[in-house]
């Protein structure tokens, strides 16, 4: 058995995830490769592997690199691989996940997304305010905005509509990131010094434009539960938005207390992924007026040393198992098929 890993070489915490991997299949005495597109003898290499590790990033070189290769390799090679498409061809792309979610009738959030300028109009003259602004693209609730009336709207609309968005970083006042950044510092920056910060998110390089998507806002949300499957397994905890927000996700206001968790959430996630046929997938759950759970938004990938920090999982049949795992030994020990890979006992990494 020999496992072929993709070295990316940023951003930094890429290169953390694959050390874990790393460092499990070397505890298991598991023969692996790290491959670069690069090499000019990569496609003989990949050949040779019986799995293929590309868990790729919220990074615009990684999009492109992972929707030119990872067809070829899982489809035309025939080559195991993770992400597998079902999993990943809708990764940070809100509108594919909206379309994805509702075409199956699951609960996702009532959303809107226009490809026309008019058409984006029209529905915002007459929408009922607030609504949420997202772009396709961000994580940590960066590109996401509240938007208090038409006006706002419009703004936004022919802003999309005219010259684009930038991905890398959304210019409003009510974008998280810049938020952050000015509550950091608690004072009047010159604007060109704050223009400069607001630019330091690399490897970001595509424009959102002549697309709008809005969700519906459900109030009264004091946090989301974030479910994560991982094969038949599901982990689950409660991230509590931000002072004076509405927004939980990155807010690392955390509370991983099962006992305060829906097992609805747990019993939905595990039908989705499993019709879905998703390997892994981490899904952000809100409240809408009734009490009823709705899906927010979805990610194949997500931060480890969370999941790790998790009391233990339930299983499909909703059987709870104590313990603290990493997400990779889970994804190998499915991926490899092997119910006696062992996890190693210290893993000091920070992931």
Not at 174 to 190: A, C, L, P, Q, T
Request: glycine share 4%; net charge positive; proline share 3%.
């Amino acid at each position: 058995m020999l496992i072929g890993i993709y070295n990316f070489k940023y951003p930094d915490y890429q290169i953390r995830r694959n050390e874990i991997y790393k460092r499990i299949l070397s505890y298991n005495e598991i023969e692996f490769i790290e491959l670069d597109i690069d090499d000019i003898d990569f496609w003989n290499k990949i050949k040779t592997v019986d799995l293929f590790l590309f868990r790729w990033a919220h990074i615009d070189d990684h999009h492109e690199l992972a929707n030119t290769i990872l067809p070829i390799i899982e489809n035309g090679l025939k080559i195991h691989v993770f992400p597998d498409l079902n999993t990943c061809w809708h990764f940070d792309d809100k509108v594919k996940q909206f379309y994805l979610l509702k075409a199956h009738k699951f609960p996702i959030i009532d959303s809107y997304v226009f490809w026309e300028k008019e058409s984006a109009l029209k529905w915002a003259e007459s929408a009922e305010y607030p609504v949420v602004f997202k772009l396709k693209k961000g994580a940590g609730s960066t590109n996401v905005l509240l938007l208090s009336n038409y006006k706002d709207s419009k703004k936004i609309i022919k802003q999309i509509f005219g010259k684009g968005v930038p991905a890398s970083g959304l210019k409003h006042k009510g974008n998280i990131k810049y938020k952050s950044i000015e509550n950091f510092f608690r004072v009047k920056i010159d604007k060109y010094i704050l223009n400069k910060l607001r630019k330091i998110q690399p490897n970001t390089w595509q424009i959102g434009k002549n697309y709008i998507l809005f969700q519906k806002f459900l109030a009264n949300n004091k946090f989301d539960t974030r479910v994560t499957t991982i094969g038949n397994r599901a982990f689950a905890f409660r991230r509590f938005v931000r002072d004076d927000d509405f927004r939980a996700s990155g807010s690392g206001k955390i509370d991983f207390n099962r006992n305060e968790i829906d097992l609805r959430l747990i019993q939905l996630a595990l039908k989705i992924s499993t019709k879905l046929k998703f390997q892994s997938m981490a899904y952000d759950f809100l409240y809408n007026e009734k009490g009823e759970p709705e899906i927010c938004e979805i990610s194949y990938t997500f931060v480890d040393s969370v999941i790790y920090n998790c009391e233990g999982f339930w299983d499909e049949n909703m059987i709870w198992h104590e313990g603290h795992y990493w997400p990779q030994y889970l994804q190998l020990k499915d991926l490899l098929q092997l119910e006696n890979l062992k996890q190693p006992e210290i893993i000091d990494i920070k992931s």
